[in-house]
């Protein structure tokens, strides 16, 4: 059974960092591009950033890009989402998926499998 399961989300003050990981089990990451997504209440699940298998290539949504930085430790099987600068705006529940497509994608409809989600709160 695919699980994966996010944690390190929480509340903070703007401009404060948190570091978000994804820990799979069930399926080898290596074997897949990943995402994470985010939803803020009231409004749809939209696109943060994706990384191919091997971590070569990397790609950012505009709101978070030169802020937030995607890796992954193939040898955990986990994928990490650092954050910083946070703002209020980038308040939500961050997910993280798979993609078996062979590049990174920001489309969710792309993503297999999907975490349960982390809350992340950034006041003012």
């Known amino acids: 059974q695919v699980q994966l399961v996010e944690s390190g989300g929480g509340l903070v003050q703007a401009g404060d960092s ?9 399926l080898t990451v290596s074997g897949y ?7 803020a209440p009231g409004k749809e699940r939209e696109f ?6 091997t971590g070569a290539t990397r790609y950012y949504a ?8 995607i890796s992954r430790d193939n040898a955990k099987n986990t994928v990490y989402l650092q954050m910083s600068s ?8 961050y997910y993280c998926a798979t993609s078996r497509r062979y590049s990174g994608s920001s489309h969710s409809s792309d993503y297999d499998y999907w975490g349960q989600g982390t809350q992340v ?4």
């Open 121 to 124: 709160t950034v006041s003012s």
């Open 33 to 39: 591009v990943m995402g994470w997504f985010r939803q």
């Open 62 to 69: 505009d709101s978070v890009k030169g802020r937030f930085t």
């Open 48 to 53: 943060v950033a994706t990384i191919s298998r």
């Open 18 to 26: 948190l570091r978000l990981s994804c820990a799979a089990s069930g």
């Open 86 to 93: 946070l703002k209020p705006e980038d308040t939500a529940v």
